[in-house]
Every structure is written in structure tokens, then in C-alpha cells.
């Protein structure tokens, strides 16, 4: 293992690593983006910017940094795969099928909704129906 890899007996995190420099113990971004994801930091990179991320990171309270990188990280994951729509194109697909599956429902109500009028007329016609068979 290299020097630089080792910074206090510990390994650079993926934002160091892909930005080519130590990984100072104070590193904000060490916790959020291990050296084990390198993908998720560089789609997060990417799309954002080494410095605006450390920014953003260093303005929160610790207790909401993992959020605020985690959804960074699935923000970017989705821009990179869907570079027009991002992840409001996955946002509006799901909307798209809820509103699809509620048309479904209402058409599913209105047809059982039918049912019960149905069995009434049966009942009050003068047509005979014959009597069930006995149980055996």
C-alpha cells in the first residue's frame, strides 16, 4: 500500500482518492464516502462539485450530514442515468402509474357497484328461478 493511502493507519476515503489528495482526519466527506463506494462519490462529483459538496456538508448539523449525503448521492445516481430529467423523471413515472392504478380502482368500484343493482333486478323479476339443489 502506498504512503498516501495510509493517514493515521487509516485508508483514504473515496472523495480523496478520486481527487488525488491525503485524507486529512478532519475530512468531511470520510464518513459519507468510503473508499469501498468510489462510484458513488465520483456520480456525486460529478454532478456537483467536489467543493460544493464539502460546503454543503460542513454548513449542516453533523446529526443530518449522512441524509444530506445520501441523498446527494441518489440525486446524482439518477442525473447520471437520466442526464434531462434526473430523478424527477423516476418521480414523474411513479406519479404517472399511481394515477393509472387509481383510474383502475374506479373502474374496479364502478363494476362492483353494478353487481348488487344486477342481483336486485334478478330478484324482482317474475322470471322463476328454480330452487337450489338439496345438500348432500
Known amino acids: 500500500m ?6 493515521g493507519g487509516g485508508r483514504r476515503c473515496a472523495a480523496c482518492k478520486y481527487l488525488r489528495r491525503r485524507c486529512a482526519h478532519d475530512c468531511v466527506l ?12 465520483a456520480s456525486v462529483h460529478r454532478v456537483f462539485g467536489a467543493s460544493n459538496v464539502a460546503r454543503l456538508l460542513q454548513s449542516l ?9 445520501e441523498t446527494m448521492a441518489m440525486e446524482a445516481q ?4 437520466d442526464p434531462v430529467y ?5 418521480i ?19 363494476q362492483l357497484a353494478i353487481v348488487p343493482a344486477h ?3 334478478l330478484q324482482g323479476s317474475t322470471v322463476a328461478l328454480p330452487p337450489p339443489p338439496p345438500p348432500p
Open 92 to 110: 414523474s413515472q411513479l406519479q404517472e402509474e399511481i394515477q393509472a392504478t387509481q383510474c383502475e380502482l374506479a373502474r374496479t368500484r364502478a
Open 78 to 81: 439518477w442525473r447520471v442515468e
Open 30 to 41: 470520510a464518513p459519507y464516502f468510503p473508499a469501498s463506494h468510489p462510484h458513488r462519490y
Open 86 to 90: 434526473g430523478c424527477t423523471g423516476i
Open 2 to 7: 502506498h504512503e498516501e493511502d495510509q493517514e
Open 61 to 69: 448539523p453533523v446529526d443530518e450530514r449522512a441524509q444530506a449525503a
Open 119 to 121: 342481483g336486485a333486478q
